[in-house]
């Protein structure tokens, strides 16, 4: 977070590079403020990751996504296609065991992680 005046001093500093004239500033919120706060982040609002071997649950190949078990990720893990490790047409089979890393979220399709990456092991 930046105070006020260093966010304006920076505003008008890339004006004068970029050769734009500033006709207005951006409005400054709260949360940009120097509040001189030094109290930690609490842990839940802090992104948790990790790293652990899973089981496919299920796997909608048409859609592109499914949802892994693992005990790291309880309630299962939610992944799509992008996150495999492959090239082309990426897919996983139901019951298969892989690697994941995955991320812990507010919300996503109703569950509360996220695979960043997958690799099925070979059966």
């Keep these: 977070m930046i105070g006020r005046k260093l966010r304006e001093l920076l505003l008008a500093a890339a004006a004068v590079v970029s050769g734009v004239a500033v006709v207005a500033l951006v409005p400054i919120s709260a949360s940009d403020q120097d509040t001189g706060d030094t109290r930690p982040i609490p842990d839940h609002a802090m992104t948790r990751t990790g790293q652990t071997t899973g089981t496919v649950q299920t796997w909608n190949a048409e ?47 109703g569950y509360q992680y996220r695979a960043t990456r997958l690799q099925q092991h070979d059966s």
Excluded: K, M, N
């Design 63 to 109: 859609e592109g996504w499914g949802v892994i078990d693992s005990a790291q990720t309880p309630g299962g893990c939610w992944a799509f296609y992008s996150s495999i490790v492959g090239e082309g047409f990426r897919t996983l089979t139901v019951g298969a065991i892989g690697s994941l890393e995955w991320e812990q979220v507010i919300d996503q399709d």
